[in-house]
């Protein structure tokens, strides 16, 4: 590792920082030797939010109803946390969720299908590695809180099967 900040590598690791913004990269890491004793090793990263979304709920409210029922929606949704309901199942991994086999195939599941135990819900991609992801236990699947290709983390729900 360099003793002293090089100017040079200064201007070098904001470039990097510039680039991980501009590509919407999450992380660059970088080792650069200049010598038998004399290297730089810099890694970049930065957080990435995963978004959960619900299927969009069709209402047909008057507009003097509406603003009450936005008012309510804030409460349910803090009422019904997906990852505490005893049929979910959550990542075992951080990766990238893909619902079917490949591009243009059927998806493993659907909302409404039933599942056994063992059967392959999803995969999620780690590390260049695709994970088939199984069904913990039988029964319906009732919501997917994932869209394809999302990102999740670790312990994020999957799905729900009851």
Not at 20 to 41: C, F, K, M, P, W
Not at 72 to 89: K, M, Q, T, W
């Amino acid at each position: 590792m360099t003793k002293k900040p090089n100017e040079n590598d200064v201007v070098f690791i904001q470039a990097l920082a510039e680039l991980l913004s501009a590509q919407d990269l999450t992380e660059i890491e970088v080792n650069r030797h200049y010598g038998e004793d004399d290297s730089l090793n810099v890694r970049i990263s930065k957080t990435q939010n995963v978004v959960q979304m619900a299927a969009p709920v069709a209402m047909a409210a008057p507009a003097a109803i509406a603003p009450v029922a936005a008012a309510a929606a804030p409460a349910a949704a803090a009422i019904e946390d997906p990852a505490s309901h005893p049929g979910a199942v959550t990542s075992p991994m951080v990766g990238t969720i893909y619902l079917q086999a490949e591009p243009g195939s059927p998806a493993f599941i659907t909302v409404g299908a039933k599942v056994a135990e063992g059967d392959t819900i999803l995969i999620i991609e780690a590390m260049k590695t695709m994970n088939q992801i199984p069904a913990p236990h039988g029964g319906t699947v009732t919501r997917i809180l994932v869209e394809d290709s999302a990102a999740v983390e670790f312990g994020s729900p999957l799905v729900i099967i009851e």
